[in-house]
């Protein structure tokens, strides 16, 4: 078999358990909740199609309330982990020394060893009314009796940004251990102080990097489900407790498909509008010459 040949075999295989994985679970389900999301029940098993679900989710302001609050707590959560994991994955990339990176990354990646259930009862644990935080208050006499901390927006921020904020860190770390110390250092000899060598030289170089870890962090966020159902109780108000509502609990299926293309497509313009402020796009986000 000529050379060639076999090239073009060896892509084949290797490509093929890819794009099934696209086809079948990605785009597959997609055209599928969209298929759904269209269909209007006119009566017992009889359908039309059409965009009453669509107007039904315009005119309840409750609907679009709540998924222009999830992308607001989401945008809030994604900068937060964003401040906390620069730090982090600069130290890891530039600063600690290379036999301690592993143990530092080992660290970071602790609390996925565990699922998102697991992880917000151990919130529920440290922050209910008799949790280990208001036990602890109560001890050194900060407050008179017991406090309940969970059920909160604060909490759910929290405990979304210790969730995701590792998918901040691995891409950060990605690109700034790409950069040249040379760089830094030559800031340094230009006269530029520390704020003006990391504005105009550590973050421009790290845009890809943030941009990706932005991008995650943001999906993640805006699709999180047990997070803040958990640590926010009833009162939570995320979009994707009103998708579940209305596929399980009320089994309206076109409404419940609505609900997820409309998350889609809304995270995904935020996404498209965050490259387009800051100048990127995916391919530079992707992958960095």
């Known amino acids: 078999m000529p050379r060639t040949d076999i090239g073009k075999l060896s892509f084949i295989l290797l490509f093929a358990p890819f794009a099934l994985w696209i086809v079948l679970l990605i785009i597959l389900p997609q055209l599928g909740i969209g298929y759904i999301s269209l269909r209007e029940k006119v009566g017992p098993g009889e359908y039309t199609f059409g965009l009453a679900n669509y107007a039904a989710f315009v005119s309840e302001p409750i609907y679009w309330n709540t998924l222009l609050r999830t992308a607001w707590m989401s945008i809030l959560v994604t900068v937060m982990a964003l401040i906390i994991g620069f730090p982090v994955a600069y130290y890891i990339a530039k600063i600690a020394q290379r036999r301690s990176r592993a143990a530092l990354f080992l660290m970071c990646l602790i609390p996925l060893w565990v699922s998102d259930l697991v992880r917000a009862f151990g919130w529920i644990v440290i922050l209910r009314e008799t949790g280990l935080v208001s036990s602890f208050l109560q001890k050194i006499g900060l407050i008179s009796g017991p406090v309940e901390f969970l059920y909160n927006d604060a909490t759910v921020v929290m405990g979304l940004v210790y ?25 340094y000899n ?72 409309l998350l889609l497509v809304f995270t995904s313009f935020v996404v498209w509008l965050g490259l387009r402020l800051t100048g990127q796009n995916l391919a530079s986000t992707v992958a960095k010459d």
Do not use: H
């Open 190 to 261: 230009l006269g530029g102080s520390r704020l003006t060598v990391f504005r105009r030289i550590v973050v421009p170089y790290a845009m890809p990097g943030i941009v990706a870890g932005c991008i995650i962090v943001f999906m993640l966020t805006a699709g999180s489900y047990l997070t803040p159902i958990l640590l926010g109780g009833k009162n939570s108000m995320w979009f994707t407790e009103q998708i579940y509502e209305q596929f399980v609990t009320r089994y309206n299926w076109e409404s419940g498909a609505t609900f997820g293309v």
């Open 163 to 187: 969730t995701v904020v590792l998918f901040m860190i691995v891409p950060l770390v990605s690109t700034l251990d790409g950069m040249d110390n040379s760089l830094i250092e030559a800031g």
